[in-house]
């Protein structure tokens, strides 16, 4: 019998529709792409951040949720209003 690791090498993705074979790489990729822009702790708005990333805002905003479990690194993600319609975001260490 294996004993699952605690940290594992890759963030597990999961979800209902989530097929990995199909999704996984381009998820981590995504999460990948996310962390690094974001890690240098400024705000950006989800249109900032998907424009550096070329991911669609609705991927951005659900990999900064991955960002904010434990098991994906457990970030603090912070979130203020910019304007009327608009938040940023940023990554606090």
Do not use: C, N
Request: no cysteine.
């Amino acid at each position: 019998m294996t004993q699952p690791t605690l940290f594992p090498t890759q963030p597990r993705m999961h979800g209902e529709t989530f097929d990995e074979p199909q999704d996984g790489s381009r998820l981590r990729k995504q999460l990948a792409a996310v962390k690094a822009l974001m890690l240098d702790g400024h705000w950006r708005s989800l249109a900032e951040i998907a424009a550096s990333v070329k991911a669609p805002e609705a991927s951005v905003s659900a990999r900064l949720r991955d960002l904010r479990k434990a098991s994906m690194g457990g970030y603090t993600v912070e979130r203020r209003r910019r304007s009327v319609s608009q938040h940023e975001y940023r990554i606090k260490e």
